[in-house]
């Protein structure tokens, strides 16, 4: 079974903290992606990467940056965290193959920010 | 872009046939019609997806007319733990995660 990672659960931080969201998989996948997941809102993608080094805006990448230097591992980075962050943060991955939007979840990162 | 639309909630009991429908009236061509389930405190996970026609896996049925504006979910006989939120996904196969676009999602309760 595909695993995709993220390395925290819950995360509590304050206003104009670095925050750094992990997310790992272990199934050699191309394209990896960060969204939020808001209520009323549903999936918002922020950035997503098609391989390493690589990286695009989504939808809402304002406040946020992304880093992936591994395959495996795709980092979201909130480089001054506001209230307006508070959100549940979810990675996935997906081969790159002919069907992109198949795409493998973590559990998701529920981060607050005070 | 297309833009999907889906009812927000449906409400439903044990081993009844459930459909969701989703609406993309500005589809594209090479667009892909995925559907997602999620539970509470867990990341999406794929349910099925299909082009045209008729799809069925062990789990449900993708039905598509031929204009493929809409597409409905079909899930049979369902049980307590299929309450869920259900989404819909529509994008192209071409490697262009950009125009992946997804609904809003329907949340499912399934009542004893």
């Known amino acids: 079974d595909v695993k995709v990672t993220q390395s925290s659960r819950y995360l509590v931080k304050r206003t104009g903290e670095k925050v750094f969201l992990e997310c790992v998989q272990d199934?050699?996948?191309?394209?990896m992606f960060w969204y939020r997941q808001d209520p009323g809102l549903g999936l918002r993608l922020i950035y997503f990467?098609?391989?390493?080094?690589?990286?695009e805006k989504g939808d809402i990448p304002e406040g946020y940056s992304v880093s992936r230097e591994k395959k495996e591992r795709f980092s979201l980075i909130l480089e001054s965290a506001s209230t307006n962050q508070t959100s549940m943060y979810l990675c996935?991955?997906?081969?790159?193959?002919?069907?992109?939007?198949?795409?493998?979840f973590g559990a998701g990162t529920r981060l607050s920010v005070l | 872009l297309a833009k999907t639309t889906q009812p927000i909630s449906m409400d439903s009991y044990e081993g009844q046939e459930v459909n969701i429908t989703c609406s993309h009236n500005?589809?594209?061509?090479?667009?892909?019609i995925t559907w997602y389930q999620q539970f509470p405190s867990q990341g999406p996970r794929f349910i099925i997806q299909g082009y045209k026609t008729k799809v069925t896996n062990e789990v449900a049925s993708l039905f598509i007319p031929a204009d493929r504006k809409s597409s409905t979910l079909s899930l049979p006989r369902v049980s307590l733990s299929d309450t869920a939120v259900y989404y819909c996904l529509v994008g192209d196969n071409a490697g262009n995660n950009r125009k992946l676009i997804w609904g809003l999602g329907t949340s499912l309760a399934v009542n004893p």
């Open positions: 500005n589809i594209a061509t090479n667009d892909y």
């Open positions: 996935a991955s997906s081969p790159l193959a002919d069907r992109p939007n198949i795409q493998y």
């Open positions: 199934m050699d996948h191309e394209n």
């Open positions: 990467s098609y391989d390493v080094k690589m990286k």
